[in-house]
């Protein structure tokens, strides 16, 4: 009860002002602002798959695709659902979002090669994995961008991350017609490749903070928790001795 109306009261105390001290000290992180560039690039990069898929595969009828774009949205579920376990069990959160950053960039490698001269089952599988490490990125992202900006708001860090996304997909996007009405296809799948490419060279190579500052503070009070309890179980027991 303590907890909820702490926290009821911080939010009653949350004046524009401080909104926008809060959202001036969390992107004043040299970190937390690529993770939030490389984010943008990755949730970008997705939704510009989805938004040119039927361009992008021309010899395909509107079933294919339209199946296709189903696959991927149902296999990145399931991205996004390991994301969290994964996070939840190993709490690594730098090296799990530069590993979905890696492979991300594989599969849009491949499905750059595959787009160019492979067989409808080739192109379900690579987009498969397109999907399920894409999707992925927006849990990891997410998580990650928490991490760096505690004890800031999670809401605020929440809405920069979804502000970058917004943004860069639709400027990719835009930047995608453009390129597709001069370069076809292939230049599309480049653009979206290198936007990859960038986006893991930011979380993995700039960005090195393992400080995890909301997983420490959980640890720290489940371990207060955990010795309360045990006094309280302590004390039940010396006064039925008694």
Request: glycine share 10%; net charge negative.
């Amino acid at each position: 009860v303590t907890t909820v109306l702490s926290s009821e009261g911080q939010a009653a105390e949350m004046t524009f002002p401080k909104f926008v001290a809060n959202v001036t000290t969390v992107l004043s992180s040299r970190d937390m602002f690529l993770v939030t560039v490389a984010y943008g690039l990755g949730v970008g990069v997705f939704y510009s798959i989805a938004t040119f898929l039927s361009q992008l595969l021309p010899d395909w009828d509107s079933v294919d695709t339209s199946t296709l774009g189903l696959v991927i949205v149902a296999v990145g579920l399931l991205g996004s659902f390991f994301a969290g376990w994964w996070l939840d069990r190993s709490r690594k959160y730098q090296g799990i979002n530069r590993f979905f950053y890696a492979t991300a960039t594989l599969s849009m490698g491949l499905w750059v090669l595959a787009v160019e001269g492979g067989g409808h089952t080739l192109i379900y599988l690579i987009a498969s994995a397109a999907g399920f490490t894409l999707t992925a990125i927006i849990c990891a992202g997410f998580e990650h961008a928490v991490e760096l900006t505690f004890p800031s708001d999670e809401g605020t860090t929440a809405g920069i991350m979804n502000i970058s996304a917004q943004l860069f997909g639709s400027v990719m996007i835009w930047i995608g017609e453009e390129v597709l009405d001069k370069g076809g296809p292939f230049a599309v799948n480049t653009l979206m490749l290198g936007s990859m490419l960038l986006a893991t060279f930011l979380v993995g190579v700039l960005v090195n903070n393992r400080n995890y500052k909301r997983d420490a503070a959980e640890r720290s009070e489940n371990g207060n928790l955990l010795q309360s309890a045990e006094r309280a179980a302590l004390s039940a027991k010396d006064a039925n001795n008694i």
